[in-house]
């Protein structure tokens, strides 16, 4: 990334964690790159076609936000943790397409930043 913006790695580094610190992103062992919200760095069980690519979130949420970021229809892939049934969300129109659908978050949204990997 420095190469590509005409910088230094320190300079980069130091803006990574500016980023981390603010919540715009999440740096792993302090400078690698584990998610830049609503995107996710590594594999996950959130998978999004959308953009003509796959794409992975961090959790369900960003699944969705996925697509609105990228202003694009998409097909959301993932599996129910405790059954493991497979779970599938077409989004058309920055909608989902099935609307009865709903997902409940355990922990409160004033908590995710306590530990948003765990979240």
């Given at each position: 990334?420095?190469?590509?913006?005409?910088?230094?790695?320190?300079?980069?580094?130091?803006?990574?964690?500016?980023?981390?610190?603010?919540?715009?992103?999440?740096?792993?062992?302090?400078?690698?790159l584990?998610?830049?919200?609503?995107?996710?760095?590594?594999?996950?069980?959130?998978?999004?076609?959308?953009?003509?690519?796959?794409?992975?979130?961090?959790?369900?949420?960003?699944?969705?936000?996925i697509?609105?970021?990228?202003?694009?229809?998409?097909?959301?892939?993932?599996?129910?943790?405790?059954?493991?049934e497979?779970?599938?969300?077409?989004?058309?129109?920055?909608?989902?397409?099935?609307?009865?659908?709903?997902?409940?978050?355990?922990?409160?949204?004033?908590?995710?930043?306590?530990?948003?990997?765990?979240?």
């Amino acid at each position: 990334m420095a190469a590509t913006e005409s910088s230094t790695a320190e300079l980069v580094r130091m803006a990574w964690r500016r980023l981390h610190d603010d919540h715009a992103l999440v740096l792993k062992a302090g400078n690698e790159l584990l998610m830049a919200n609503p995107f996710s760095a590594v594999p996950t069980t959130y998978r999004v076609r959308a953009a003509g690519r796959w794409w992975y979130g961090n959790c369900a949420w960003d699944a969705l936000g996925i697509c609105a970021a990228l202003h694009t229809d998409g097909d959301i892939e993932t599996s129910c943790p405790d059954c493991g049934e497979v779970l599938k969300v077409t989004i058309r129109r920055q909608q989902p397409i099935d609307e009865t659908m709903r997902f409940h978050c355990l922990v409160p949204a004033r908590s995710w930043w306590d530990d948003i990997v765990f979240t």
